[in-house]
């Protein structure tokens, strides 16, 4: 007996070891899947019975009015209260001649008003361009411009009014509306004033009947792969699955969102509020991050999700350290960008139960989250996952920034740890990328064709992962963020977890640049000092930085230029922040940071001065 329950036992357990090897992380994908098919089902109901965002806002109003809703400052504005000023938005906005289906532009920082606008257009069936209120000049008009909109409303903040009356010239077609009651708006139209003309009454669903699963809901800008922000297309399918994120977790009713990331992106926007909107929860909205109010806004409103990405952890540990730090209720972070070097320390010093890391972009057809314990990895795509969420990772040119293709023509998938670039089939049905506003070139040059065969088409992620043996997926750089350099590939992210380590640089961001009469990209580094009143390196830490990137990294990963960034804001996207540091490069005419250059006869790092600066883009000098 006892010998026939042992050889079933191990016969089990063979079985068990020959399925983990043939399928390792089967019970993973299987639970993933699993969650994966309730929440399709969920969103497949919603859809055929034409509910959208807005719908199940309006049902949540009907069913739980007095709950707080949006918690800002003292304030407490419950779903009910939210819906009112919603109703007066959407009332005013057709009071002012905005035709059904059209455009209105929104540049409101996070505030209610922008809650309760986005609501109110979608409840009017408008199409709703989130300007980034943070852009000036040129990247503003144009992200005006190309949104289509004929209205424009501008939050009660005076500098964004002051931002459009610079440029009221080259918007000449768009009518300004600012909210508020500022002097500003003598300048411009007051919205205040048509909302106190209108009703707070819920407006006919009719109003919307024009709007179908596949109408734009929403213009989100993104930096794409390169230049002035583009307005990605965001339909009403995807800001309703972007609503669906948070139940990867356990998400519920009694949790109470900290919002610091700005409401016109879409971690914030289609996310975080998306999921508040679902779940029936509440949501504290900050006008900014500040990591010397986080914790202490997370006690005060009984924070239980917070939302991350990379650099606001980064900032977050950089703060002295407090025997308050753990006394939170926060459970789950959610969030993209946490790099490894820090994620046990974030998750131990402020003791989160759970983090959630995800992958996914505004425009990107799929997404995936890290719902194991798998440390370092972004989630899971084995041959079974793929079949619901494609994607296929492929070898990468750096030099050419082109897939590699063989002799005849096709992409080659990747082996087991290798890095390669993701790129996911757009299949009718399945997967879909809705493209930029405006000029075709811009979406086209995120497809790529005959990529396994004639005729087929693909999203390029324009990120490159490394998949392991267990279909572990791991983010390993954008493109563009692994240079060339000497020959050999340098990955940014790698660097700069390298220079982090050392306890008086808090942040760094890596990148390449190019000096006059060398092949390929040096790298320069652009360091957030932990105390950032010093303003530049101290000659010990010279020293330090030297001898810690002559220990740990490769000759040609060195970084030939350091630049001391004072701050650290949230203006940009970090993706954008980069776009600027790599044009500046090391150019004294246009930085007034301070600049070191690596000295390679002594791999010291020495002051970069104009003399020396000539000598370099003269060529005088080795690297
Ligand atoms: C915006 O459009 C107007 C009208 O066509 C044009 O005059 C202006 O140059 C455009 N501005 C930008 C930044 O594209
Ligand atoms: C702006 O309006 C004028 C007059 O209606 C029209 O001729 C022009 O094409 C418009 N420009 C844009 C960029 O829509
Ligand atoms: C937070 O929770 C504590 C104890 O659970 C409670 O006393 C307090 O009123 C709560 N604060 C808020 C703002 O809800
Ligand atoms: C991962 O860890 C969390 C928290 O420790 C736990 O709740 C969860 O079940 C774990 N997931 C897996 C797949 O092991
Ligand atoms: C996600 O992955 C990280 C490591 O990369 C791990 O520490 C974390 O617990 C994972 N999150 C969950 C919810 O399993
Ligand atoms: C660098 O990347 C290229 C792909 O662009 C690859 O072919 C090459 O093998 C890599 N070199 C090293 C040293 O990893």
Wanted: proline share 4%.
């Amino acid at each position: 007996m006892i010998i026939a329950t042992l050889g079933v036992a191990s016969v089990a357990g063979i079985l068990y070891f020959l399925f983990n090897l043939w399928w390792p992380g089967w019970y993973l994908d299987w639970t993933y899947r699993r969650n994966r098919i309730k929440i399709g089902n969920r969103l497949m109901h919603l859809i055929s019975s034409g509910q959208f965002l807005v719908d199940v806002f309006e049902d949540k109003v009907k069913s739980i009015p007095k709950k707080a809703f949006v918690l800002y400052k003292e304030y407490t504005y419950t779903y009910e209260d939210m819906d009112k000023m919603a109703n007066k938005a959407a009332r005013a906005a057709i009071e002012i001649g905005v035709k059904p289906g059209s455009t209105i532009a929104i540049m409101i920082h996070n505030h209610p008003s922008i809650v309760w606008s986005y609501l109110g257009f979608m409840k009017a069936g408008y199409q709703i361009a989130l300007i980034n209120i943070y852009l000036r000049s040129r990247s503003l008009s144009h992200s005006i411009n190309s949104s289509g909109a004929n209205v424009l409303i501008v939050g009660e903040d005076p500098v964004l009014s002051e931002a459009i009356l610079e440029i009221k010239d080259d918007i000449p077609n768009i009518t300004t509306y600012v909210l508020g009651s500022s002097k500003q708006s003598t300048l411009f139209l007051s919205f205040d004033l048509v909302l106190s003309r209108v009703s707070d009454v819920t407006l006919d669903k009719n109003i919307r009947k024009h709007v179908l699963p596949t109408t734009t809901n929403m213009l989100i800008y993104t930096s794409g792969t390169t230049g002035l922000p583009k307005p990605a297309l965001v339909s009403h399918t995807r800001t309703l699955a972007a609503a669906f994120a948070f139940q990867t977790f356990d998400i519920s009713p009694d949790d109470i969102l900290y919002e610091t990331l700005p409401l016109y992106h879409s971690a914030a926007l289609m996310i975080g509020f998306g999921n508040t909107i679902m779940s029936g929860c509440t949501m504290v909205l900050r006008e900014k991050f500040s990591a010397s109010h986080f914790w202490e806004d997370c006690r005060r409103y009984n924070v239980t999700i917070i939302q991350y990405i990379g650099e606001v952890c980064r900032y977050l540990l950089a703060q002295p350290k407090s025997n308050k730090d753990k006394s939170n209720k926060v459970r789950v972070a959610y969030g993209n960008g946490l790099r490894q070097d820090i994620w046990t320390e974030f998750k131990e010093r402020f003791d989160i139960e759970r983090i959630v890391e995800f992958y996914g972009a505004t425009e990107s057809p799929v997404a995936i989250h890290n719902i194991t314990n798998k440390t370092g990895s972004c989630g899971r795509s084995s041959p079974y996952l793929r079949q619901f969420t494609p994607m296929v990772f492929v070898k990468y040119d750096l030099e050419a920034q082109a897939p590699i293709r063989n002799k005849a023509g096709y992409c080659i998938p990747i082996h087991t740890d290798e890095v390669g670039l993701m790129v996911v089939p757009l299949i009718d049905g399945k997967t879909s990328f809705q493209g930029y506003r405006g000029k075709k070139e811009d979406s086209e040059k995120r497809l790529l064709y005959d990529v396994f065969e004639k005729g087929d088409k693909y999203f390029n992620s324009g990120d490159l992962f490394r998949l392991d043996k267990d279909y572990y997926v791991y983010f390993n750089d954008r493109i563009g963020d692994t240079f060339r350099w000497k020959g050999e590939n340098v990955s940014t992210t790698e660097v700069s977890n390298i220079l982090t380590d050392l306890d008086f640089v808090t942040d760094a961001n890596v990148y390449g640049v190019l000096i006059p009469g060398t092949e390929g990209r040096a790298g320069m580094a652009a360091l957030h000092l932990t105390d950032s009143n010093i303003g530049t390196l101290t000659p010990a830490m010279i020293v330090s930085l030297s001898k810690h990137v002559r220990t740990v990294l490769p000759s040609y990963a060195r970084p030939r230029f350091i630049r001391i960034q004072k701050q650290f804001d949230m203006t940009s996207t970090f993706k954008q922040q980069k776009t600027i540091l790599v044009r500046e490069g090391f150019d004294m005419n246009v930085i007034s940071d301070p600049i070191f250059y690596l000295d390679i006869s002594t791999y010291f790092y020495r002051p970069l001065d104009h003399e020396i600066y000539k000598q370099i883009m003269a060529g005088n000098i080795a690297f």
